[in-house]
Each structure stands twice: as structure tokens, then as C-alpha cells.
């Protein structure tokens, strides 16, 4: 059995082989920094469906369920300074 400290520690160690691409990296950035999915299509040049679709797939890649979960793993992660 596993202990909560080692579970985690497992978590965090599976998380970081996460592999975003370099666009979804990209839109991170932008989301984790309070940009809107209209300011991120408007900023790359695609349509706000593409940036909403980006969005929901690095939430999915990541298993985070809201935004404050993606600024956390932006920092961690060091795609944004806190």
C-alpha cells in the first residue's frame, strides 16, 4: 500500500511526462495569464471554437476541471511566473 506522500509524489512525477504541443503550451500561456478564449483566437489568428477546443483538450491532457488548475500547473511548470 502506498502512502498519501508517495501516491503523490507518483502523481507529480506522472503529470510531468505530460507532453502538450507546443501550440497547446502556447494557449496556456495565454489562459493562465487571464486572456479570454475570444482574446487567445484573436491574438493567433484562429476562431474562438479552435481556442475553446485547445482549452478543453489541454484541461483533458492535464485532468484539470478549472482554471485556477491550469494556472497552477502554468506556474509549476514554468510556462508563466507567478
Known sequence: MLTR?????NH???ESSICL???????????????????VAAALGISVHTAETHR?????????????????????EHIIQA
Do not use: D, W
Open 21 to 39: 504541443t507546443p501550440r497547446e503550451r502556447q494557449i496556456l500561456h495565454f489562459l493562465a495569464e487571464g486572456a479570454t478564449n475570444k482574446e
Open 5 to 9: 506522500k508517495r501516491r503523490a509524489t
Open 56 to 76: 478543453s483538450n489541454i484541461m483533458c491532457k492535464l485532468g484539470r476541471h478549472s482554471m485556477s488548475g491550469l494556472v497552477r500547473y502554468a506556474i509549476r
Open 12 to 14: 507529480l512525477a506522472a
